[in-house]
């Protein structure tokens, strides 16, 4: 079956009315019906200001990347991508072509 994968990169220290963006974005995703998504909490990585943000113990750092992925029927994305973006104007999603070889709610 034919699906899509959007990737949405935040930080954990981005918000979004108070709560933590990846928190918001979930629930926004969930109540809107759509079949699944994934938070990740990357160890080290770096953005478009090219600081580089790590969990090693040698360099504490906060504002690690955060990936939240999120798998439906393009007609089921689509229509929530102008609310994403509304709610995180200044982040990364990208939107990928994938083939669902197995899965229930599929």
């Known amino acids: 079956m034919k699906a899509v994968i959007l990737r949405i990169y935040l930080s954990e220290d981005d918000t979004y009315k108070g709560k933590s963006a990846h928190r918001a974005v979930l629930e926004y ?3 809107a019906g759509i ?3 994934t938070v990740f909490h990357g160890i080290e990585g770096y953005g478009v200001h090219s600081k580089i ?3 090693s113990i ?3 750092s906060g504002n690690l990347p955060v990936i939240v992925e999120v798998v439906d029927r393009e007609e089921n994305i689509r229509p929530l991508v102008a609310k994403l973006r509304e709610m995180l104007p200044k982040e990364l999603m990208t939107l ?3 083939e669902i070889l197995s899965g229930e709610k599929f």
């Open 29 to 31: 995703l969930k109540d």
């Open 35 to 37: 079949a699944g998504a």
């Open 53 to 55: 943000h790590t969990a």
């Open 58 to 60: 040698l360099r504490l």
């Open 96 to 98: 990928q072509d994938i």
